[in-house]
């Protein structure tokens, strides 16, 4: 890694920290669902049970001190015990998969109340999108997973894999026996293919599984294929044809965590070094063309902007491009660059992104990364 991100890592990593604090709501021991820039400032606004399973998740690759300040000087352990407390009534399936996650990383006593919870609602089988079918794949994949677990985690990634598109490099919203949206059915999100690639890689890494990690590479490679010319991790994709359907927004988290955490996993697990690919996402969130090379980082506030989006009305873009390609794979709105310009800053900051970072770029990932550039 350069210098110059090396250090916007390390920024960033530190910035996530003291970000989260100001998240930690401690009468409630959970996280807010986001801060937002308002005219009476930064406000924190709800509450996010599913945000803080991630935070726990990236917290636990930090030093006590570090890990205890993000979380209001309380201990990331007892921030999971809250979770756990009422697991047994908790429906989302992927909240369960992602407390798992976070229990299973803590060592936390009571972990195996979150695994119960999560075979009752069966991430093999019903109604659940891709994405919290590979956060269950992945917490059952990870370290200290016992041998239930793996024969459960053999089951979800044969799921995960009966729904992949293996001719176009893509993951569905939604796997081939749930039901889906007759205009929307078609169109996947980048977050559609950034987990599944990180389960199947961890999965594989655990297992030694060659389809998993097969059809992890396929996908690393199409979202690597698919960036935009400035870095941009793209937004919703066809399913069937692989093609990107609509790029706007472009979402921080994809450029600093989410895509960088998937690309190391599969690179773990055997694949490609996709370095440069990661590097020029990083770039973009350092200067985003679409903002004049302004960045969306904001240092003052310890607070990174969401995304940079369009300037039009509510979600009009996306609803229309799904709509024309729906009607031809290759068919899309005309005109819309000119009439809906990107450059609409989202003054927004959740804390999940903060916690994907810490996850993304451990301290072992820099060190490794500063040695090879010393080096190099």
Same mark, same amino acid.
């Given at each position: 890694m350069q210098a110059d991100l090396l250090e916007t890592v390390k920024n960033l990593r530190a910035m996530s920290v003291r970000g989260l604090a100001r998240m930690y709501l401690p009468n409630e021991r959970m996280f807010c669902h986001c801060i937002r820039r308002g005219p009476m400032g930064d406000i924190p606004e709800g509450i996010s049970r599913r945000y803080t399973a991630i935070t726990l998740i990236g917290l636990a690759t930090e030093?006590?001190?570090?890990a205890r300040s993000a979380c209001g000087d309380t201990a990331p352990g007892d921030v999971c015990g809250r979770l756990l407390e009422d697991i047994d009534h908790v429906e989302n399936m992927g909240d369960v998969a992602l407390t798992l996650w976070a229990a299973v990383l803590w060592d936390h006593a009571d972990k195996r109340k979150a695994f119960d919870r999560l075979l009752q609602l069966d991430p093999s089988r019903g109604a659940h999108p891709t994405v919290e079918i590979a956060w269950a794949l992945t917490a059952l994949s990870v370290k200290n997973a016992a041998a239930g677990d793996l024969n459960l985690a053999g089951k979800v990634c044969k799921r995960l894999l009966s729904a992949f598109h293996r001719e176009t490099g893509v993951f569905p919203h939604w796997p081939k026996d749930a039901p889906t949206s007759a205009l929307r059915g078609h169109v996947s999100c980048f977050a559609d293919m950034v987990y599944p690639v990180q389960a199947l890689s961890c999965y594989a890494q655990t297992t030694s599984d060659s389809a998993a990690i097969t059809a992890?590479?396929?996908?690393?490679?199409?979202?690597? +294929?698919?960036?935009?010319?400035?870095?941009q991790w793209w937004w919703h994709f066809d399913a069937r044809s692989g093609r990107v359907v609509e790029g706007f927004p472009v979402y921080t988290v994809h450029?600093?965590?989410?895509?960088?955490m998937a690309l190391f996993a599969l690179q773990d697990a055997g694949g490609p070094d996709s370095s440069a690919a990661i590097n020029e996402g990083l770039r973009w969130l350092i200067a985003s063309p679409e903002i004049d090379g +302004?960045?969306?980082?904001?240092?003052?506030?310890?607070?990174?902007?969401?995304?940079?989006? +369009?300037?039009?009305?509510?979600?009009?873009?996306?609803?229309?491009?799904?709509?024309?390609?729906?009607?031809?794979?290759?068919?899309?709105?005309?005109?819309?660059?000119?009439?809906?310009?990107?450059?609409?800053?989202?003054?927004?900051? +959740?804390?999940?992104?903060?916690?994907?970072i810490l996850h993304a770029f451990t301290p072992e990932r820099l060190a490794t990364w500063d040695a090879k550039r010393t080096t190099g």
């Open positions: 030093c006590t001190d570090a992890a590479k396929q996908a690393g490679e199409h979202m690597v +294929r698919n960036q935009g010319p400035a870095g450029q600093d965590s989410m895509a960088p +302004r960045t969306l980082i904001d240092n003052e506030a310890d607070l990174i902007w969401r995304k940079v989006a +369009r300037h039009e009305p509510g979600k009009l873009t996306r609803g229309v491009q799904a709509v024309a390609s729906r009607i031809h794979p290759s068919m899309r709105a005309p005109g819309v660059n000119m009439l809906f310009r990107p450059g609409f800053v989202d003054y927004e900051c +959740r804390p999940y992104h903060l916690g994907w």
